[in-house]
T-cell receptor, first 113, second 113 residues
Framework: DGGITQSPKYLFRKEGQNVTLSCEQN?????MYWYRQDPGQGLRLIYY???????QKGDIAEGYSVSREKKESFPLTVTSAQKNPTAFYLC????????????FGSGTQLSVL | GENVEQHPSTLSVQEGDSAVIKCTYS??????FPWYKQELGKRPQLIID?????GEKKDQRIAVTLNKTAKHFSLHITETQPEDSAVYFC????????????FGKGTLLTVNP
């Protein structure tokens, strides 16, 4: 398993705190994605980026922010505005579009203290 | 936006039996339908996909069928083995975007030895 790395594996957030989840890939992929996984809910798209310095909201972007300053990196910030942040967060990348295989990271479990 | 329904949510079969998971989608402009497998504690991985110009695709023991008129597609696993036990997600692209995949809620498949 290599290619796309997420850290940390576990993260705890205090009330009112912003936390940032890291996602790095060395696959030379142009597109990167953030998904949220809740039990029994499948994978829901938070944000995606097709190219450096550009990103688009997904289906559940409220309370989250992202940046794409480098091709290899796509960090996700969970802000205090996200009232229900406890979930498993998966980062993914693809060479260009979703019609090419998505490579997923190993995920970050975020919990609220 | 796209809505993907997946059934059943859980499926238990005996080793050697076949398993079928069904999905329906709402966006008639969708053209790409992948299936991802997520073993316990691991990241999702693409196992098979199908495009709208094809009605069926096979890869060894797994096959996917697509009925564009009815807007449904199915995953078929024959001669199931214990290592097939996992959560399976269907997905469909959003016809207007090459970067958005909408996932079903997943099917937990258990293959009993």
């Amino acid at each position: 398993d290599g290619g796309i790395t997420q850290s940390p594996k576990y993260l705890f957030r205090k009330e009112g705190q912003n936390v940032t989840l890291s996602c790095e890939q060395n696959l030379n992929h142009d597109a990167m994605y953030w998904y949220r996984q809740d039990p029994g809910q499948g994978l829901r798209l938070i944000y995606y980026s097709q190219i450096v310095n550009d990103f688009q909201k997904g289906d559940i972007a409220e309370g989250y922010s992202v940046s794409r300053e480098k091709k290899e990196s796509f960090p996700l910030t969970v802000t205090s505005a996200q009232k229900n942040p406890t979930a498993f967060y998966l980062c993914a990348s693809s060479h260009w579009t979703v019609e090419e295989k998505l490579f997923f990271g190993s995920g970050t479990q975020l919990s609220v203290l | 936006g796209e809505n993907v329904e997946q059934h059943p949510s859980t499926l238990s079969v005996q080793e050697g039996d076949s398993a079928v998971i069904k999905c329906t989608y709402s966006d008639s402009a969708s053209n790409y339908f992948p299936w991802y497998k997520q073993e316990l504690g691991k990241r999702p991985q693409l196992i098979i996909d199908i495009r709208s110009n094809v009605g069926e695709k096979k890869d060894q023991r797994i096959a996917v069928t697509l009925n564009k008129t009815a807007k449904h597609f199915s995953l078929h696993i024959t001669e199931t083995q214990p290592e097939d036990s996992a959560v399976y997600f269907c997905a469909a692209d959003s016809g207007g975007s090459n970067y958005k995949l909408t996932f079903g809620k997943g099917t937990l498949l258990t293959v009993n030895p």
